[in-house]
Nanobody, 118 residues
Framework: QVQLVESGGGLVQAGGSLRLSCAAS????????MGWFRQAPGKEREFVAS????????NYADSVKGRFTISKDNAENTVYLQMNSLKPEDTAVYYC???????????WGQGTQVTVSS
């Protein structure tokens, strides 16, 4: 059974930091790309960052480059999103997701709320 379980969200002041975690289980990680998405109220879900499980190649949305870092811990089957210099516009529900290398984002976590106060 595929499971992606996010944690680490919360309330933080602008300029602060949070680290999100995504514990993954139930699939062959080496064949997958892991990603973080977010959805703010009244807006569509948007891509934030991704990392390939086997090679560690990363990709970021322009809006978070230089502030967010995605990483993984192979031993713990966990993907992280370190978020620094947070802005109020980063407020959203953050979702962990997974896709096969040639596939679509088909596996999703339940989401974790991040709120950045000004």
């Amino acid at each position: 059974q595929v499971q992606l379980v996010e944690s680490g969200g919360g309330l933080v002041q602008a300029g602060g930091s949070l680290r999100l975690s995504c514990a993954a289980s139930g699939f062959t990680f080496s064949n997958y790309v892991m990603g973080w998405f977010r959805q703010a109220p009244g807006k569509e879900r948007e891509f934030v960052a991704s990392i390939s499980w086997s090679r560690g190649n990363t990709n970021y949305a322009d809006s978070v480059k230089g502030r967010f870092t995605i990483s993984k811990d192979n031993a713990e089957n966990t993907v992280y999103l370190q978020m620094n210099s947070l802005k109020p516009e980063d407020t959203a529900v953050y979702y962990c997701a997974a896709r096969a290398y040639a596939g679509i984002w088909s596996k999703w976590g339940q989401g974790t709320q991040v709120t950045v106060s000004s």
